[in-house]
């Protein structure tokens, strides 16, 4: 087998490195492997040579990494390498061929699987990359359970920054039976050099790029910084005229069509490029690709590199040695420092990297100061020095040397115990009691640690037996038997575990209600409440809808002439929009009194999707409203997830008309928006077909916005019923930058002498008042929205036309008002 993967490397011009080498030998043995070696050094090589070793012997072999990103990059590599039919891949809301010899997952679905089935799980192999985020405070636990339940399985543990592992390996012995190789210490074949320096960043670039350096990767802890750097850096002469026009021909028609997406595209005609968590995906891999062809010799972005960006860098720039990581500021650790500087220096790309860290800001000033004084005695004797600001966090040259030849911080358990453990260790069957035993006391955390999940166990287990949802046989012949009374979901508690609560609220609505009920009156909407309350916190964009909702109710206070220590009262109450929150909290109680799992798991009420939709909002429209350019792709994660979950959990005899088109209306704005989140869905389907065999320079667009019409139809009526929010609080400015042709204030003052108000509910946004002629002419439709007046007469228009060509090149619905007319 040894040789046999090797004679296969050579035929696709691959030599092994001695650690590769090494590391496949071992593997064909059957041992353990612990790898943990540099990046550049090819681990993903070893991990094919783990799958093919088991794949031979016939066995099932599962790959883990801890962001689906990285689950999706792995499952099409190991296809183009095994074959479509041998690879498969479940990630909670994705499962494409599950069944195959391969599995790429997220570690949490294999945690789930270990759990449920135990020892005896079909898994012959594990392949854990990134092991490191066993030590992760939230996450770390899926990290641990495989380790200790999956007793027959071969482990492959890689990451390039593990530190001691002495007890994972002695413990990793005993358990399994097999013997532990540890690969590690190995030499870079890229070899890293490192420096300190005191000159502020943009002349550090300078230097960098005089002395052909680049690519260039600064490191910022915030996206924010990230974005600022960039557009400070773009003072600098950072290409040529030529590489300026070889980056236009390459971007060619690509559409920014958002804030962010504008200043990213004067940036990378700069030679300049941005990349975080916070961008769209089809931005972050227009950012790659221009890399990927040499054309960026700059790159601003975040320490997210460190999990993975698939780009070639030179040189790391770190603009400082201390983050803030959700709770304070504190330096760096060692393994986040390698992380990070691992990046520099690829493999066939470079034959030396480099890593430069920036003095601290009061240190750099200081250095100018003095060098700006020269030799002159008198003049060095009158500079002032700075100190650092109260409360920043310094780091010095003597702390960026201690970083270098510190060994990553050994990693911590972080083993947890909650009601879906528990359910899933009662759904094994067989000796329950000895299951939970051992997990609570057989693991590597602490005994007193030990203690506390052993008492969490049991206050969850007399919860659950009085719920009725796990029930004790007693028999005088045999010990007593606990089993479930309730069937499980496969992948129980991974694929939106709050779906069952959201059946059960779903339930409590009436489809034929649109004027009231328990809901608001709107059926459609209501159902994405539900969903929504059950998806995870965007915390940026509530705090930006806090911010609004607050700023908003100061004014009408101070209109009010409420006096301010009241008004500091009042705006404490004061949040972002929870649509149905007393219903849902009702609901959730109610739920959790059978089904009392679901208390892992906190109910969320928010309003995301159904502010867009209420608004009449597009993407574009609504990260400007909420200032939410830096979040773009945190925006279109959401409501693609929330795409999903509507679109998966509603059942099909609970979808009226009105929430199918609000479903494809969401999918056709996650689609416009990028739609490598909504294709990727369907090359999985088929992953057969290499989308990089035809793929252009940069990201193609979306299809046409008219290929789906009735999510098109729903575009159209959204931008006629921004228009009436609009005429219904009389903003005649805002109209006349929708309508800049169209006299609104002259129209307004028409309809007002005759009604007092219009109607915004949700009657007055029934799709049967809007009427829309396909055929009036080529090119165009004509659209007309009835307005709900008070007296119910419905005699007054609103027309407009509708620019289907304009509309395919912007992704959205282009309409231009005509009339706001009295029949």
């Known amino acids: ?115 449920r089935q135990g020892e005896n799980a079909p898994v012959d192999q594990v392949v854990m990359d990134e092991f490191h985020y066993y030590g992760d405070q939230d996450r770390g636990w899926a990290w641990q359970v495989p380790l200790i339940t999956l007793t027959n399985a071969q482990f492959v543990l890689m990451s390039a920054t593990l530190g001691d ?48 350096q680049a690519p260039i990767y600064v490191v910022h802890f915030s996206q924010a910084a990230a974005l600022e750097r960039a557009q400070a850096l773009s003072s600098i002469r950072i290409v040529s005229r030529e590489q300026r026009d070889e980056i236009a ?4 028609g690509f559409r920014f069509t958002t804030a962010f997406g504008q200043t990213l595209s004067r940036l990378v005609r700069s030679g300049i490029g941005v990349h975080h968590a916070g961008m769209l995906p089809r931005y972050r891999r227009l950012v790659e690709t221009l890399a990927q062809q040499g054309l960026l010799r700059v790159i601003c972005g975040t320490d997210t590199l460190g999990v993975g960006i698939n780009v070639p860098i030179r040189t790391v720039l770190i603009t400082a040695l201390s983050k803030y990581d959700g709770t304070k500021m504190r330096q760096i650790g060692a393994r986040e420092f390698h992380q990070i500087s691992g990046r520099a220096g690829r493999a066939g790309y470079d034959t030396a990297g480099t890593v430069v860290v920036e003095a601290p800001e009061h240190d750099i000033e200081n250095a100018a100061a003095v060098r700006k004084a ?10 002032v020095r700075k100190k650092a600001p109260a409360g920043q966090i310094n780091w010095t040259e003597s702390s960026f040397d201690r970083l270098i030849a510190a060994e990553p911080e050994p990693l911590t358990s972080h083993l947890e115990m909650t009601a879906a453990i528990l359910i899933n260790l009662i759904a094994r069957g067989g000796d329950v009691f000895g299951h939970v035993k051992r997990f609570v006391f057989d693991n590597h955390e602490p005994r007193r640690r030990q203690y506390e999940l052993a008492r969490r166990a049991i206050s969850i287990f007399r919860t659950l037996v009085q719920a009725e949802v796990v029930e004790i046989v007693r028999s005088e012949a045999s010990a007593p038997l606990v089993r479930l009374t309730v069937d499980l979901q496969p992948n129980f508690a991974l694929n939106q575990p709050l779906s069952p609560f959201a059946l059960a609220a779903i339930d409590l609505l009436d489809p034929d209600d649109t004027a009231g009920g328990v809901g608001t009156g709107h059926y459609a909407l209501d159902v994405v409440s539900i969903i929504e309350s059950t998806l995870d916190d965007p915390r940026q964009i509530l705090g930006q809808q806090e911010y609004k909702a607050r700023g908003e109710a100061v004014g009408a206070m101070k209109r009010d002439g409420v006096e301010y220590e009241e008004r500091m009262e009042l705006l404490e109450e004061v949040t972002y929009p929870k649509p149905l929150d007393d219903l849902l909290a009702q609901a959730y109680e109610t739920f959790a009194t059978s089904q009392p799992w ?178 009036a002419s080529p090119g165009t439709w004509l659209v007309e929205q009835t307005i709900a007046d008070p007296e119910g007469n419905h005699d007054w228009r609103l027309r407009a036309e509708v620019d289907l060509e304009a509309s395919v090149e912007a992704g959205v619905a282009v309409v231009a008002v005509t009339g706001f007319v009295r029949l």
């Open 249 to 252: 021909d390459a971007i060619g």
């Open 1 to 115: 087998m040894y040789l046999a993967f090797v004679e296969w490397a050579e035929s696709r011009g691959l030599s092994l490195y001695p650690a590769q080498d090494e590391s496949v030998m071992e593997l064909v043995t059957g041992a353990n492997l612990i790898l943990s070696t540099p990046t550049g050094t090819g681990k993903s090589m070893v991990a094919i040579a783990a799958h093919a070793v088991a794949l031979a012997q016939g066995g099932r072999s599962y790959y883990t990494a801890p962001i689906k990103a990285l689950v999706s990059e792995k499952f099409f590599q190991l296809v183009e390498v095994f074959g479509a039919q041998n690879v498969g891949m479940v990630t909670g809301d994705s499962s494409v061929n599950a069944d195959a010899p391969i599995v790429c997952c997220t570690a949490e679905i294999l945690a789930n699987l270990a759990l």
């Open 374 to 383: 020269g030799d002159d005695p008198k003049k060095l004797k009158k500079v």
């Open 598 to 775: 679901v208390r892992d798991f906190q109910l969320s009420p928010k309003s995301v999707v159904r502010d867009m939709f209420e608004r009449a909002m597009t993407f574009a429209e609504f990260t400007n409203f909420y200032q939410l350019a830096r979040s773009e792709g945190l925006v279109l994660r959401y409501l693609s997830d929330a795409f999903r979950a509507i679109r998966q959990t509603v059942p099909e005899e609970a979808k009226t008309e009105e929430l199918r088109d609000l479903i494809e209306w969401l999918g056709e704005l996650v689609r416009q928006v990028d739609s490598s989140l909504v294709d990727e869905w369907a090359e999985l389907i088929d992953p057969t077909h290499d989308p990089a065999s035809d793929a252009p320079v940069v990201p193609p667009a979306p299809p046409s916005v008219l290929t789906n019409r009735r999510a098109f139809l729903v575009l159209v009526r959204n931008e006629l019923w921004r228009r009436v929010s609009l005429a219904a609080l009389e903003r005649d400015e805002e109209l006349a930058e929708l309508d800049p042709g169209f006299d609104w204030g002259a129209a307004l003052d028409a309809y007002y002498d005759e009604h007092e108000e219009i109607g915004v509910d949700a009657a007055a946004r029934s799709p049967k008042l809007v009427t829309i002629d396909e055929d």
């Open 165 to 212: 592992v002495t007890k994972i390996v002695a413990d990793l012995e005993r358990r399994t039976q097999r013997p532990v190789a540890e690969v590690t210490g190995v030499e870079r074949p890229v070899p890293l050099s490192y420096s300190y320096v005191d000159t502020p960043v943009h002349e550090t670039v300078e230097e960098l790029l005089d002395t052909k």
